[in-house]
């Protein structure tokens, strides 16, 4: 039955908001299928809408239906495998004769990693996109091999209980997948802007307004290549770019410029008069402590590849790879939007290793920054930047790469992985009239926030918004952003006097500091 579908927040108060929203979405889903059950095809692709119950249980106030939506494995051969992704349509949150007299276009969400799921993170998107959604749809939609239906490609055991990595695990879960009659060649980025063109067409929607954040501005740049006609408005949020390497620029410049700052402030300059020298000194430290286990495990595969130099060199390479893990952290501060804490991490760091000198004792660093990568999806991840950002490095040469911590790390991996080889010009793009809001964080140590300055020209109604303070994924962290993005979609002039030079505030010495992630 059609209506099983349509499950509103059971928690709802309001009187009859479940029935108008249910009227509503049923409204639009008749409008999609045509009345045929269960499935609905799009104009030119024919790849099936197939309606399901959604997934656990709706916030108070929220109505959406569900789809399974069946596409071509591989958009060469339509006739041939299929893949599986889940859909989420959600009603506007407000009044909705008023939401249908704005006629607005539908909102549609693109998540980054890659791996990231929309599906796992819908409870995020629906309170941070909440003041857009009064008079607007929302649309989810799971990136092929992300999320709850492509758990073969999740690898979950891949990871420990630290979001550490096992690499060795990674290649063993592609050959088991390869195995199951998995084809990494149909995890593309390429092929999933194709899939959203898709879903475009299947949902008969004329135009939408799309965000996306991270690795999800490739997605869309390719989409707007696509189906530019699609596009009303587009939101690049901490843009990773088809142009760019992510793990090719310095970051570590931007952890300085926040030094910089805080010697320009009195209070800070005051709270920490050496920190530039005690930072300085941090290496010469470590090259002195005696690291514990604890430490020499967080660079376990840098303390094998430094089996074969020699005492004196194993040492001092294994030395440097846990300083380079401390630097590391820093920038995963600053992504973080935590910049302020920089000076008071450095200054801790530097007490509890003159402690372990003075007692000679063995040494600990600081756990390292990781992002919660359990609802990654690990093997899509490494299959997309392998074939892109990987093989590119690879041509360049993996020694040759700015960042080395991680060219070792993603060496290990694409060197072993047996992905697509991508064709020559996947990653070019064309001029567009689109209107594209970009947003900056001048402190985001994930991808190069000058990155932008190569696409200008492409887009001729860009407009380029940078947040001194920020990290990556602006508007999660930035008020100002956020009102600025809802300007831009609602088509409004917009006002960036809230950016202003507000300087960082900066945690003093006898403050607690965060211990979480």
Request: proline fraction near 6%; charged fraction near 25%.
């Amino acid at each position: 039955m059609i209506l099983s579908i349509l499950k509103p927040g059971k928690a709802s108060k309001v009187p009859n908001l479940g029935k108008a929203l249910l009227a509503f979405l049923f409204a639009v889903f008749l409008a999609v299928v045509g009345f045929v059950v269960p499935s609905a095809f799009a104009d030119d692709s024919h790849t099936p809408l197939e309606p399901l119950d959604c997934p656990g249980e709706m916030p108070a106030g929220e109505a959406a239906i569900c789809f399974i939506f069946h596409l071509p494995a591989d958009w060469s051969d339509l006739s041939g495998r299929s893949v599986e992704v889940p859909v989420m349509r959600f009603a506007p949150t407000g009044d909705l004769d008023e939401a249908a007299k704005a006629n607005k276009p539908p909102l549609l969400v693109i998540l980054g990693g890659p791996g990231q799921s929309a599906i796992y993170l819908r409870h995020v998107m629906l309170q941070r996109l909440a003041p857009l959604r009064k008079d607007r749809e929302l649309i989810l939609m799971d990136q092929r091999g992300t999320g709850p239906l492509n758990l073969e490609l999740a690898c979950e055991d891949a990871l420990d209980d630290g979001n550490k990595v096992d690499i060795e695990k990674v290649l063993k879960c592609a050959k088991s997948a390869k195995t199951e009659g998995i084809h990494l060649s149909d995890y593309t980025t390429g092929a999933t802007a194709r899939d959203y063109r898709a879903l475009r067409y299947a949902l008969k929607i004329d135009k939408w307004d799309v965000i996306a954040t991270s690795y999800g501005a490739r997605v869309a740049q390719k989409l707007l290549v696509l189906d530019e006609k699609g596009t009303n408005r587009l939101v690049l949020n901490s843009p990773h770019f088809l142009h760019s390497l992510l793990i090719d620029w310095d970051p570590f410049p931007l952890v300085e410029k926040v030094m910089e700052q805080c010697n320009e402030d009195e209070v800070c300059r005051n709270s920490y008069p050496s920190l530039y020298w005690d930072f300085q000194a941090l290496r010469f430290d470590i090259g002195k402590v005696e690291l514990s286990e604890k430490a020499l495990s967080l660079i376990k595969e840098g303390k094998e590849a430094a089996e074969e130099l020699g005492p004196d060199g194993k040492e001092d390479y294994i030395k440097g790879l846990v300083y380079l893990l401390y630097r590391q952290r820093l920038q995963s501060l600053l992504a973080r939007h935590r910049s302020g804490e920089v000076p008071h991490d450095i200054w801790k760091t530097m007490i509890s290793l003159q402690k372990a000198l003075q007692t000679e004792k063995a040494w600990s660093p600081p756990e390292p920054l990781t992002s919660n990568s359990k609802k990654i999806s690990q093997l899509l991840h490494y299959t997309i930047f392998c074939q892109e950002d990987g093989a590119r490095m690879q041509a360049k040469g993996w020694d040759a790469i700015t960042q080395p911590l991680y060219a070792h790390f993603y060496k290990a991996i694409c060197t072993k992985l047996d992905g697509p080889k991508l064709k020559a010009g996947w990653d070019k793009i064309k001029k567009s009239k689109t209107p594209i809001l970009i947003l900056s964080g001048d402190l985001d140590t994930v991808v190069d926030p000058n990155s932008a300055q190569g696409v200008l020209e492409f887009y001729t109604k860009a407009i380029w918004v940078r947040f001194p303070s920020s990290g990556h994924d602006v508007p999660s962290q930035n008020l100002c952003a956020r009102q600025i993005m809802w300007d831009f979609l609602n088509g409004k002039k917009l006002v960036t006097n809230c950016i202003g030079k507000k300087p960082l505030i900066f945690l003093q010495p006898d403050q607690a500091i965060r211990t979480t992630g």
